[in-house]
């Protein structure tokens, strides 16, 4: 049997290889078990699980689904492919007991996941992950037949996407939205994403063009992740047919990313410090910022200059939001693209995401380069690059030591200023720029990451990195 391990977010493996019927009803067992021996106070015995596109994602639902019926719960089965925020929106709503997602996110088409949701509508934390992890095989699987578990009412097939749909429109002036004329385009990656702001903006003035909505378990080629080098098809499109925005959303949905509307690559950076400009300033709200510590010093320059408390994280949204759920929080996110809103579940949201910009440009009426290059202006360039490198699993360790105990002096032109280690190992400069080295979650790579102020100086601190992984 394979040995089964939670990374950042969920348990991932190759279909067929790891990622197996027998594997998954293991993974299933001990979540409910999990639940059965951890009741929380207020919570009932729903759970809600859903499924993305990838291949027998469908099937390892029902499965799931299958196995916790038999465990007691009372299990809200989504009869579609549906985003990842859905889920977690419906297992808080529905005050259950948590959920299961099965999506490998933005993995290559060849991986599936099993994202494990908590009562309170987030990612379940490291806690409750490494018990579940240390039930395994614990107890015996127990399944009850797909068709009994329907006709006793344990699992119940359903939409869950219309309430969702709701809820989201609440959370933002959807009035103003509507009546904005805004031409918005969403490039899908083949995704769940798909059909979502059809479905949303429909009977508004806005005009919504999705891009690569097909339904293909292949991602037509691509790894479903809101990066730029997997924007070709859509970037072709948008120079030709211009929109006020693309929205770009990740396998399940949680993350984003974005163009302009001529089909320029925008960074999450750029999104993030777009919405928190406009949380702040537009929408005049306060509270906490809390950020994964990959992500743009921008925010830190803007927090100062906002009057706002920031709160850095290590790499994964449960960290993020095991802040969200203290209270406070204006709004969390992450450089891979996770954003988490107020009033909302402590989880980052893709849909939620592409809305909020869309109230933004109706707020501003102005085009997105011009608020772009406002952020600049105040707070000065920010470029930003990364490198995914192939690195030896058993030498990984060794090179954060290395790292640890020999910061460099300097980093281009700034002296160092502070050297954080508590996720992989980042070093920081006075002049804002910084290097970090990390270790994939949830996948056998090394990841690089800097930030300067110009994409020439950005580069030469990844290869200034990359010098790094051939000293140990």
């Not at 018990?131 to 797909?146: H, I, Y």
């Amino acid at each position: 049997m394979a040995k089964i391990k939670f990374g950042t977010d969920g348990w991932r493996a190759v279909i067929a290889e790891d990622f197996t019927f027998g594997n998954l009803s293991r993974v299933a067992q001990a979540t409910a078990d999990y639940w059965n021996a951890n009741s929380v106070a207020g919570v009932t015995s729903h759970a809600v699980v859903g499924y993305d596109r990838r291949f027998l994602s469908d099937q390892f639902a029902l499965r799931t689904a299958e196995i916790l019926a038999a465990n007691g719960f009372i299990v809200t089965l989504t009869d579609r492919p549906t985003p990842t925020p859905a889920v977690s929106w419906t297992v808080k709503k529905q005050g259950g007991i948590g959920g299961v997602m099965l999506t490998a996110s933005h993995n290559p088409p060849i991986f599936n996941g099993f994202k494990l949701k908590a009562h309170f509508g987030g990612s379940a934390p490291p806690e409750v992950c490494s018990a579940v992890e240390a039930l395994l095989d614990k107890s015996p699987v127990r399944a009850m037949p797909f068709a009994d578990a329907v006709k006793s009412g344990h699992i119940t097939v359903k939409d869950i996407c219309p309430p969702y749909y709701t809820a989201l429109k609440k959370l933002v002036d959807f009035k103003l939205i509507a009546a904005s004329k805004l031409k918005f385009a969403h490039e899908a990656l083949f995704g769940v994403g798909a059909g979502c702001f059809d479905r949303l903006l429909a009977d508004t003035t806005c005009k919504v063009t999705t891009l690569n909505a097909a339904h293909d378990p292949f991602f037509g080629g691509i790894n479903p992740e809101p990066i730029a080098k997997n924007y070709g098809r859509s970037m072709a499109y948008l120079a030709k047919h211009p929109h006020d925005l693309c929205l770009v959303t990740d396998g399940d949905a949680d993350r984003v990313g974005g163009m302009d509307g001529r089909g320029n690559p925008l960074s999450t950076h750029q999104l993030i410090c777009l919405l928190l400009r406009h949380y702040a300033v537009n929408k005049g709200q306060k509270g906490r910022v809390v950020k994964a510590l990959t992500t743009t010093s921008m925010v830190d320059k803007m927090c100062a200059a906002l009057g706002l408390e920031l709160v850095e994280t290590g790499v994964g949204f449960k960290y993020i939001a095991a802040e969200m759920i203290k209270g406070g929080v204006l709004l969390g996110f992450e450089e891979s693209g996770g954003i988490g809103f107020p009033g909302h579940v402590p989880e980052r949201d893709g849909i939620l995401a592409g809305l909020m910009l869309l109230e933004m440009l109706a707020t501003e009426r102005k085009p997105l380069t011009k608020l772009l290059a406002q952020l600049e202006k105040d707070y000065g360039p920010h470029r930003y690059g990364r490198i995914d490198t192939h690195f030896p699993l058993e030498k990984r360790a060794a090179l954060m030591e290395f790292c640890k105990a020999n910061p460099p002096a300097k980093l281009l032109t700034s002296k160092l200023k502070d050297v954080k280690s508590y996720d992989g190992v980042k070093f920081c400069a006075e002049d804002g720029s910084w290097l970090m080295l990390r270790g994939s979650g949830t996948e056998p790579i090394l990841r690089i990451y800097a930030e300067a102020k110009s994409d020439a100086d950005a580069q030469k601190l990844l290869k200034l990195g990359v010098s790094l992984t051939k000293r140990v």
